[in-house]
């Protein structure tokens, strides 16, 4: 495999899951506790044998740049080859733009492929999980001596519409093509995962064909191009929703997950802060879950996965739900079917997800929050006693300030002022002139508000070389 490039597309922006991607690229979002979705691309890489990586990013690269560094963890920090992070840049006598799509990204990006060992570029997706060895696939093509061959596989008609759909010969070859077709024919969909000889690339990507869906792969079909498709049986999760992502992680808590974490011959990869083991407490219960290292539990967990760092403290519970680094769950406070962004703190005797109305559809986002999941957004504050209902957004940084209500309909949002008129608040809530909240809904007792560094001092700490999203 080392005649083979592997060049990974981690610039999108994952609109779809929502306040999660805002502030960091879609391959950079948490997944599993401890991973990043991208660290499945990464070690599918170098479990492959393949270890010369090119990463292509756009959209909030920092989380992404912290998250990878040189490769270290992936064994990818090397002289030759290993792991380059490239963003868009301005050439000389070219507009400044940014990629204008998968195929773009690749073109723009041609002259460091060229000078890369080998005849084959392997084209991955850096946002979806999957466990995958490269080498039959690239195997394949080069014994059907192709321009570029497509790993297919049978999704569920439901999502078909979403993917590029397909259809292929006795010889595996692709004779037909419909990308994201409103009403599919087949269930035979692309995984947005290429191997393309580096001839075919020059041949095919021009300024004119932005996409590989769209453009690319349609017009080297009616062109006559060598395009083949490659069946694929393992596990593939495009989690690109938010009840798409709630789902396959709270899958990985069944007693034989499709996805196997704990398989010593395919090891997943990642970046790992060093910090003390979980520690169970005396009046902790804790059911059917996924508890990361450093976590403090006094409470009650089920079902649920919790990233490094979360403090669940005596009498709260957390059920049906994913919480992120750093996260403070104070006691009494409840938890439910809800996904918690890094370092957010959650009051005394306050409720993230209550009722049934789980079709009560967030009104600013109804397209992505629509199943009952409540999203809080990083370093937000839930203060004491307050109750959310289903499909409710919480921004970033939101603090107690920002409610004005103890209870938080289904389908609200609640978003951080931009300008607090301290004095105005203090006067219609009665409290001190000189501060900053008003005691009415204070998150709990004094450390639970984080601090400048975005820390709360429950946690006391962010682990040496963590990355700040």
């Known amino acids: 495999m080392k005649r083979t490039l592997a060049v990974i597309l981690a610039g999108g922006e994952g609109e779809r899951l929502s306040i999660l991607s805002s502030l960091r690229a879609k391959p950079a979002v ?11 691309t990464l070690s599918n890489c170098v479990n492959s044998d393949i270890d010369n990586v090119v990463v292509l990013t756009q959209y909030n690269p920092r989380s992404l740049n912290d998250h990878i560094g ?10 030759y080859g290993g792991v380059r992070m490239l963003q868009p840049y301005i050439a000389r006598g070219r507009v400044a733009e940014w990629y204008r799509g998968t195929a773009d990204a690749v073109l723009q990006n041609l002259n460091v492929i060229e000078q890369a060992a080998g005849d084959t570029v392997l084209v991955l997706a850096g946002d979806h999980i ?32 979403r993917m590029g759909i ?34 075919a690339l020059h041949q095919w990507l021009n300024d004119e064909r932005f996409d590989f869906g769209h453009d690319v792969i349609p017009a080297m079909i009616n062109g006559g191009a060598r395009v083949y498709g490659y069946h694929f049986d393992g596990y593939w999760q495009d989690v690109g929703t938010v009840q798409s992502y709630w789902e396959a992680n709270l899958a990985l808590l069944s007693d034989a997950p499709e996805l196997d974490l704990y398989d010593r011959e395919w090891i997943i990869h990642t970046r790992s802060e060093e910090r003390a083991p979980a520690k169970i407490g005396a009046t902790a219960q804790v059911h059917r879950s996924l508890i990361s290292h450093g976590c403090v539990i006094n409470g009650s967990v089920v079902n649920s996965i919790l990233s490094p760092g979360v403090v669940v403290d005596v009498g709260a519970s957390v059920r049906d739900s994913i919480i992120l680094f750093d996260s403070v769950i104070r ?25 049934t109305d789980f079709d009560v559809v967030n009104r600013r986002e109804p397209g ?3 199943t009952g999941i409540t999203v809080v957004g990083k370093r937000a504050v839930v203060p004491r006693g307050v109750r959310i209902g289903r499909n409710v957004l919480i921004g970033e940084g939101v603090r107690t300030a920002d409610f004005v209500s103890r209870i938080v309909k289904s389908g609200s949002t609640i978003e951080r002022s931009k300008e607090r008129p301290v004095r105005a608040a ?19 007792p004094v450390g639970d508000e984080p601090g400048p560094s975005g820390l709360t001092s429950s946690s006391g700490r962010r682990a040496a070389g963590e990355s700040g999203d």
């Open 30 to 40: 948490p997944f599993g506790g401890k991973y990043r979705i991208i660290d499945f």
């Open 70 to 79: 040189m490769g270290r963890p992936w064994d990818l920090d090397r002289n």
């Open 130 to 161: 999957y466990k995958m060895d490269y080498q039959p696939f690239v195997t394949a093509h080069r014994r059907h001596r192709a321009d570029v061959t497509i790993a297919v596989r049978r999704v569920p008609l439901a999502d078909a519409s």
């Open 166 to 199: 397909l259809a292929m010969d006795d010889n595996d070859r692709v004779v037909e093509w419909h990308e994201k077709p409103r009403q599919p024919k087949s269930d035979l969909a692309s995984m947005g995962v290429y191997v393309f000889s580096k001839r």
């Open 331 to 355: 006691p009494g406070a409840v938890v439910d079917r809800a996904i918690l962004d890094k370092e957010v703190a959650v009051g005394p005797g306050a409720i993230v997800g209550e009722g």
């Open 368 to 370: 992505r929050l629509n």
């Open 426 to 444: 203090a006067k219609s809530s009665g409290t001190d002139p000189q501060s900053r909240e008003p005691a009415a809904l204070d998150v709990g």
